[in-house]
């Protein structure tokens, strides 16, 4: 994941918005996901934005895209505890998916 | 919908011995990819398939392999099986040019 980073953890209060960032280093990326893992369980394909989009909504889920800086966010509007778990941020490059080494959030009461 | 299925879910080996993991990418799908996940760690890249040919190889050990069959399912063999490939093993499949899905993964234990 040395071409992905974001930060290891974050730790937000029930109901704030969490913002998880990422930057990369491969331009040429086409689609640039976001997964959603839960201890012990599978990868959640949670959304994922286009290179020619520099954001996209979806219900509770922003992500925001700045291609010049080579950074990606999300955005979790009204922070659940469901939430809690580790968000890879997933470009693509040469066509396979490169993750990050994933934002572990804790979500405080 | 359908989408990508991982058998076992589980499974325990020991050391020396072999494993045989399965994927069944969503239908319609051309390519397949096959990833490793260490405890605590980030899914590594393991070995692509287009259209049942190979396309692309990570890092993957040399007692592994991989193909990609007839009906588009894919295989991941793994021999010599040592303590420290046990490890969550993750199928993923895409149309070209679309969004790829992940399976819910295989867990694969040595003892």
């Known amino acids: 994941g040395e071409d992905v980073e974001q930060s290891l953890f974050l730790s937000v209060r029930e109901g704030d918005s969490s913002v998880i960032n990422c930057t990369y280093t491969?331009?040429?990326?086409?689609?640039l996901y976001w997964y959603k893992q839960e201890p012990g369980a599978g990868l959640q394909l949670l959304t994922y934005?286009?290179?020619?989009?520099d954001m996209k909504q979806d219900q509770r889920l922003t992500v925001l895209l700045n291609k010049k800086d080579k950074h990606l966010s999300l955005r979790i509007a009204d922070t659940q505890t469901g939430d809690s778990a580790i968000y890879f941020c997933a470009p693509e490059r040469d066509d396979k998916i490169i993750f990050g080494k994933g934002t572990r959030l804790h979500i405080l009461p | 919908a359908a989408g990508v299925i991982q058998s076992p879910r589980h499974l325990i080996k020991e050391k020396r011995e072999t494993a045989t993991l399965k994927c069944y990418p969503i239908p319609r799908h051309d390519t397949v990819y096959w990833y490793q996940q260490g405890p605590g760690q980030d899914p590594q890249f393991l070995i692509s398939f287009y259209e049942k040919m190979q396309s692309d190889k990570g890092s993957i050990p040399d007692r592994f392999s991989a193909q990609q069959f007839s009906d588009y399912h894919s295989e991941l063999n793994m021999s010599s099986l040592e303590l420290g490939d046990s490890a969550l093993y993750f199928c993923a499949s895409r149309q070209t040019n679309t969004e790829a899905f992940f399976g819910q993964g295989t867990r694969l234990t040595v003892v």
């Open positions: 934005i286009f290179s020619n989009m």
């Open positions: 491969d331009s040429s990326s086409t689609y």
